[in-house]
Antibody, heavy 117, light 107 residues
Framework: EVQLLESGGGLVQPGGSLRLSCAASGFTFSSYAMSWVRQAPGKGLEWVSV???????NYADSVKGRFTVSRDNSKNTLYLQMNSLRAEDTAMYYC???????????WGQGTLVTVSS | EIVLTQSPATLSLSPGERATLSCRAS??????LAWYQQKPGQAPRLVIYDASDRATGIPARFSGSGSGTDFTLTISSLEPEDFAVYYC?????????FGPGTKVDIK
């Protein structure tokens, strides 16, 4: 059974940093692209970033230059380093695996990031 | 950026009724469109991918159709567990984008 468990969320001041983690199990992590998707409170879904199995990355314009996605295949873990955080980054952050058809097949339960002074 | 528009914003129906949800793309996404279901307090769940293929474990009452810019998700007979928000998503072009969602609630 695929499991994705996010952690690292919390309250941070504007301009601060946070690193999210997503621990994966139940599948061959190194073979899958992985993504972060966020959802502001009461709002819709917004794709944030993606990393392939060979470490190729892509980002939404809203986070480019501030967020960095990475992975450690030896630990089956996905990361999102978030710097220069803004109030508009406040959201539930989900990690998701990307299956062969290149959609978000499986999702974690999310970790909440709140950016506020 | 490809903008996805969903209609209606809210669909109020009774169990057993047919639900028809629409998603329109600002430019062609071919068949690279998916639908996700999200219930309150839960993560989204993949329902339909490549416009018309059901994801693993999704009941046959869910069907998708369309290509290019116009897509439809149909739930043939609503079950109590189907009341949720549904998002369409395109993976044809970077950046990936989602529609704003259609809430299917109980009438």
């Amino acid at each position: 059974e695929v499991q994705l468990l996010e952690s690292g969320g919390g309250l941070v001041q504007p301009g601060g940093s946070l690193r999210l983690s997503c621990a994966a199990s139940g599948f061959t992590f190194s073979s899958y692209a992985m993504s972060w998707v966020r959802q502001a409170p009461g709002k819709g879904l917004e794709w944030v970033s993606v990393i392939s199995g060979t470490d190729s990355t892509n980002y939404a314009d809203s986070v480019k230059g501030r967020f960095t996605v990475s992975r450690d295949n030896s630990k089956n873990t996905l990361y999102l380093q978030m710097n220069s955080l803004r109030a508009e980054d406040t959201a539930m952050y989900y990690c998701a695996s990307i299956g062969g058809a290149t959609y978000f097949d499986d999702w974690g339960q999310g970790t909440l990031v709140t950016v506020s002074s | 950026e490809i903008v996805l528009t969903q209609s209606p914003a809210t669909l109020s129906l009774s169990p057993g009724e047919r639900a028809t949800l629409s998603c329109r793309a600002s430019q062609s996404v071919s068949s690279y469109l998916a639908w996700y279901q999200q219930k309150p307090g839960q993560a989204p769940r993949l329902v339909i991918y490549d416009a018309s293929d059901r994801a693993t474990g999704i009941p046959a009452r869910f069907s998708g159709s369309g290509s290019g810019t116009d897509f439809t998700l149909t739930i043939s007979s609503l079950e109590p567990e189907d009341f949720a928000v549904y998002y369409c998503h395109q993976r044809s072009n970077w950046p990936f984008t989602f529609g704003p969602g259609t809430k299917v609630d109980i009438k």
